[in-house]
């Protein structure tokens, strides 16, 4: 209710430039952290995967003119939580903008990988010429990888400190996190 409607009645001036300035998403994060540490709870960090895509990322001002606008979509698309989000801001983009631009098309495949990541317990993925490189925050069991090599053609392990590197064809990304999730 608070990002449909908006926070100043609520909250008051000040609470809501806060809102305004980082975002709905890490306000309510900064919000919860500071709820749960009062009420003396333990605070479980959900990990961030790193996500690197090669190419542009930017919205083109001849898409969108308006600054505040493009910020705000930058906002809307880097705060998605899923990929029903994702979907949803697509068909927004393009209902309100015309034919999304290549630079948008890589911002909202870096969404897409990002939460597709961070479900299937991946702290990095980096997009090189041929290949994803992604590195796991746990292990894959038996199971997982055997499914993974029988789908998934020209995948590639490596064991680096600790963790786990796999090489995916670029044009498997997607089945491979989607194999992953948890």
Known sequence: ?????????ILGK??????????YRLYLKILNEAIKKAKGEEMVEKPEAEVLLLGSFFIPDNYISE????????RKISSAENLSEVERLENEIEDRFGKIPLNVR??????????????SGIKKVEEGIKYFSCETQKTLSRTQIE??????EGIKFSHKKNSLTVSVPRNSIFEFLETLKT
Not at 1 to 9: F, K, Q, S, T, V
Not at 67 to 74: Q, V
């Open 1 to 9: 209710d608070l990002e449909i409607r908006g926070a100043g009645e």
């Open 14 to 23: 000040e609470q809501h430039g806060h809102i305004a300035t980082i975002g």
């Open 67 to 74: 600054e505040d606008e493009r910020i705000e979509l930058y």
């Open 106 to 119: 890589r911002i909202l495949k870096w969404a897409r990988i990002k939460i597709l990541a961070e479900s």
């Open 147 to 152: 499914k993974l090599v029988s789908s998934i």
